[in-house]
């Protein structure tokens, strides 16, 4: 289940608000210009499928969204225990970054959390099976798929040479870590 939940940047055991519908998960995150949708698929691919299988699946929502963005490219990722050098990669994502360009991610299995560093205040999204994130450029942020991750994503780029993170250096990561169900965080 999705989930957004906000907190105060300097209190990390105080929780402001705590959300599990789309619509209000959407309607919170708005004012920042983060984008939060739902998509679904006539069939899902299997966890397995090439990459040409999933984006077909997921086409015309890639090119409705491609064309308001004008995004370059989409690919698919996948993160699970065989990924190369996964403990480094985590940690890579764990650290508060921004990028260049809007980070744009569809979770077509598995779970991972985004969270966001805005205005004093941390926002904490669980992204589920169907869901749609997109987080503007330039918003301070890390991300964490839980410590076995099993997840199936698509990412949409604007710059074609793809993922490329400007680390800000703060350790507010460390005071607020991902909220990714461990006994979950391979299921949908």
Known sequence: MSRLTVYRDDAPDTILLDVTTPGE???????????FDR??????PAPDAPAEEVLDAYRPYLDTLMGETGA??????????????LPELRKKFLSEHTHSEDEVRFFV??????????????????CTQGDLISVPAGIPHWFDAGPSPDVVALRVFTDTTGWIAQ??????ANRFPAEVPVEASGNS
């Open 25 to 35: 998960i959407a309607e919170t995150l708005r004012p920042h210009n983060i984008r």
């Open 167 to 172: 680390y800000t250096g703060d350790d507010i």
């Open 109 to 126: 299995h598995g779970q991972g959390a985004f969270v966001l560093h805005i205005r004093g205040r941390v926002y904490s999204v669980l």
């Open 72 to 85: 370059g490219s989409a690919d698919v990722v996948r993160i699970n225990a065989s990924t190369p050098n």
């Open 39 to 44: 998509w679904s698929a006539p069939i899902t």
